[in-house]
């Protein structure tokens, strides 16, 4: 049964965690602090130097930020890291009504003047928070996956509209991202047939008939496994081309973190694969094999040397 | 109290200052919320303390001053940024778009304050 409007989520609803705080690296908590120290010596220097004003400047730099959104980027994602800025927009104009309430009270009501800035940080930035989340519940989310706008899978879903050809998608280590970005494109009904989210081994060996001796084998992410789901889902759903992808996202998925095997089925039966190993942490990790995949099916389809 | 003593605490507060709002951040879901404390006033919390202690109302005001001009740069930042990240990646797009930062502090401060 379908879920009524005000069932469905969203939005995530804002939750503190204390336990990710404590589970964070203690090394990111003093990369951070040498970052913080930095900067308010220079800060502090610049004053010196060039007036207390100019170095004013500095208590409001964003040096820290860049940083901290690497690490971001790395861990969960250069969708996150864009949502940590949307988030630090909110927090600079707080910034901002703090200095403002600063530089008014620090000469006239000077023992309340940084408790005021204070809060007048927490308030100015809250009541923005509200307003811009009024706003999305109001306008929507333009974008269905900010982290690999839909346009990247225009010239996939072209390309196979030029030719006339079918395509059905397994995928395990993506999780449906793949279908769910080439099904976000205009006009993707007239080439998609359909996906299966093959995240066990036993969907890969029952819906996609991998071989299970080659799983027991091997395991589930290799070449082997990736040519047979390719060959599995476009037999099964009748499709012209067949892609597939089985991947270690990591942190946690073993020894090999990062290592993607990608497969396309060729209406001839012919098979592409494409291996990447380098682990660029588990966000980035998931965007460079989708990115992989719309890649590998443009060349195939295109005839495009591979 | 001496200049080196002052620029030393300013150091240490401003350090433990945004250790303090990093794990706040930390703690804080979702992302776009927890944002919000990548730009808390960490550093002129911790600056703005130690100079009204040891330096004096005066000091801090001037500093206070010159804040106002820098988160306006910030703002501007962040807003050029959201773009760079998107276009760039989190490393170059932060970094690269931190001229507008430097150009927006400077013009304001050149204009209002200097």
Not at chain 1, 10 to 34: C, D, H, N, T, W
Not at chain 1, 69 to 89: I, N
Not at chain 1, 278 to 298: K, S, T
Not at chain 2, 25 to 51: D, N, Y
Request: proline share 4%.
């Amino acid at each position: 049964m379908a879920l009524r409007d005000a069932e469905r989520p969203l939005q995530e609803r804002p939750a503190v965690e204390v336990a990710k705080a404590r589970s964070a690296r203690r090394s990111a908590y003093l990369i951070r602090f040498g970052f913080g120290a930095a900067v308010s010596v220079l800060a502090a220097v610049l004053g010196l130097a060039g007036g207390h004003r100019f170095g004013g400047l500095f208590l409001a730099f964003p040096a820290i930020l860049p940083a901290a959104l690497t690490l971001l980027e790395k861990k969960e994602g250069l969708a996150q890291a864009v949502s940590d800025v949307r988030g630090a927009v909110i927090g600079a104009v707080g910034m901002l009504a703090f200095a403002v309430v600063a530089a008014q009270l620090m000469r006239s009501a000077t023992p309340v003047a940084l408790p005021a800035a204070l809060g007048a940080w927490v308030i100015t930035s809250a009541a923005v928070y509200v307003l811009m989340r009024s706003l999305v519940h109001v306008f929507g989310e333009r974008q269905y996956m900010p982290e690999i706008p839909t346009v990247e899978a225009l010239p996939v879903i072209t390309a196979l509209r030029e030719r006339r050809l079918s395509i059905a998608v397994a995928e395990s280590c993506t999780g449906g991202a793949i279908a769910a970005l080439l099904t976000a494109v205009p006009g993707a009904g007239a080439v998609m047939r359909g996906g299966v989210v093959a995240y066990d081994d036993g969907v890969k060996q029952d819906t996609l008939g991998v071989s299970p001796e080659v799983i027991a084998e091997r395991g589930s992410v290799n070449a082997a496994v990736a040519r047979e789901m390719a060959q599995g889902v476009k037999q099964r759903l009748r499709a012209d081309v067949g892609l597939a992808i089985t991947g270690l996202l990591g942190p946690h998925d073993g020894d090999e973190e990062g290592a993607t095997y990608i497969a396309l089925c060729m209406p001839d039966g012919r098979v592409l694969l494409r291996h990447y190993a380098e682990d660029h942490g588990p966000g980035r990790n998931r965007e460079r094999d989708i990115r992989m995949a719309l890649r590998l099916v443009l060349d195939g389809v295109s005839g495009e040397p591979h | 109290m001496s200049q080196v003593l002052i620029i030393v605490l300013k150091g240490l507060a401003g350090g433990a200052m945004v250790v303090l709002f990093s794990a706040i951040g930390e703690a804080i879901r979702p992302r776009g919320l927890a944002g919000i404390t990548s730009a808390a006033p960490s550093i002129a919390l911790a600056s703005l303390l130690v100079a009204l202690i040891a330096s004096g109302v005066t000091t801090a005001y001037e500093l206070s001053l010159g804040m106002i001009a820098g988160a306006a740069a910030m703002i501007a930042w962040c807003l050029v940024g959201i773009e760079g990240l998107k276009r760039l990646g989190a490393l170059k797009g932060s970094v690269l778009t931190t001229g507008v930062w430097f150009v927006s502090a400077l013009s304001l401060w050149a204009v209002f304050l200097r």
